[in-house]
């Protein structure tokens, strides 16, 4: 790069299709007429997105700016399940945190005591979540440390539960508590979101999509429950309606909305609700009794546990086939694209392949399993 003044500065970014540097820029101060320039552009963050990027070189000399594009392709690192999150419960109100490889090494991370009402994980910002109840707070392990990175306290008054619920939609983590509020958090700990206040009652179950958050209300004095859409990041109800029943599971159904699992007396039924009518249509009905675990990656195949082992359900097609027998699931987890289906009861994690359901193996831990999640390199 030359000029026949001095070259004040040089400025070197990758630009996406906003304009907006995707990576640190970097910045040369040559003062000289004449510079060679030579740097390294390294696609390091796995978060980047495939597509089509600009590296921008931008000088300015004597007041004077010049620029020199040029136009590359980028194809990101495929996303890979790296190790499964186990969570078991020891003696003495202990809680073990572990981890399961693809060569099935069973290492344990870290462990914590007190009480436990359920956990997340955001494999974009390698976080874990564990929430407790009535004593314990809501803490973030950091996954690459084992360390804990920040936490929000619960306000103990017992024997009431403060936090009742728990997610993560890999961005953000939402808790509920007894207050009928939820709220937020990013990876730093910052409250990014709250509720509208509801009264006499609590939120037990939510879930992200698209421009909501759609949370479950169980009021104290009403048989009946209450399915609320919440504008996001807004916090104000949109629409709402009631139902009888317990929600077992929601399902993200892409473009038509969400599918509500809901366990009756004696049996569980699937339901599709439709944002656009704010209308819950009943898809099937399931005799094998109650739902206890439900795990559905993907629009199309939900995995589901009955007292009599676990089923595959395909909403397009309707149907609903046994194709694992063992009885007392804790949880269950479904890898798309290593096609491994994950089921834990009592102190045992199964691993199965499909769509054959062959065993492939099964680790053995000293607890029983209270829950797993899977964690992938972003």
Excluded: C
């Excluded at 990576?23 to 495939?50: G, H, M, R, W």
């Excluded at 003495?92 to 914590?112: I, Q, T």
């Excluded at 539960?161 to 993560?168: H, L, N, Q, V």
């Excluded at 509500?260 to 049996?267: A, E, G, L, M, R």
């Amino acid at each position: 790069i030359s000029h026949d003044k001095s070259i004040s500065y040089i400025k070197v970014s990758i630009l996406n299709n906003d304009a907006t540097p995707v990576f640190p820029v970097q910045l040369f101060y040559p003062e000289t007429n004449e510079y060679y320039l030579k740097t390294a552009l390294i696609f390091d963050n796995l978060l980047t997105e495939s597509g089509h990027y600009t590296i921008q070189v931008k000088a300015e000399s004597g007041g004077e700016v010049t620029n020199e594009w040029a136009r590359i392709n980028y194809t990101s690192a495929p996303k890979v399940l790296e190790y499964v999150v186990v969570v078991t419960k020891g003696a003495s109100n202990s809680f073990h945190v572990f981890d399961v490889g693809d060569d099935n090494l069973v290492l344990e991370r870290f462990s914590f005591s007190g009480d436990y009402a359920g956990s997340a994980i955001s494999s974009r910002d390698q976080l874990f979540f564990t929430m407790g109840s009535v004593f314990n707070d809501l803490l973030a392990w950091e996954l690459s440390t084992n360390k804990l990175r920040w936490s929000v306290p619960a306000v103990v008054n017992p024997p009431i539960p403060y936090f009742t619920g728990i997610y993560s939609d890999d961005n953000e983590v939402f808790v509920s508590t007894r207050e009928a509020f939820i709220y937020g958090y990013d990876e730093t700990g910052l409250n990014t979101f709250r509720s509208e206040k509801f009264t006499n009652g609590i939120f037990t179950s939510f879930i992200r999509h698209k421009n909501w958050l759609t949370a479950i209300f169980k009021p104290y004095n009403s048989p009946l429950k209450e399915l609320v859409v919440l504008n996001y990041p807004g916090g104000t109800v949109f629409q709402s309606l009631q139902f009888d029943g317990e929600v077992a599971a929601i399902a993200d159904y892409g473009n038509l909305g969400l599918l509500v699992f809901i366990n009756k007396d004696s049996d569980a039924v699937v339901y599709h609700y439709q944002f656009d009518s704010n209308t819950l249509v009943k898809l099937k009905e399931f005799p094998q009794g109650i739902i206890y675990s439900l795990y559905m990656s993907d629009f199309q195949n939900a995995y589901i546990a009955f007292a009599d082992g676990v089923y595959w359900y395909r909403p397009e097609t309707g149907s609903a086939v046994k194709i694992i027998p063992v009885q007392d699931v804790s949880d269950i987890a479904y890898d798309s694209v290593s096609e491994m289906l994950f089921v834990s009861h009592f102190n045992k994690l199964d691993v199965y392949r499909m769509p054959s359901a062959q065993l492939v193996e099964t680790s053995t831990f000293t607890d029983d399993i209270l829950d797993i999640h899977l964690h992938y390199n972003k």
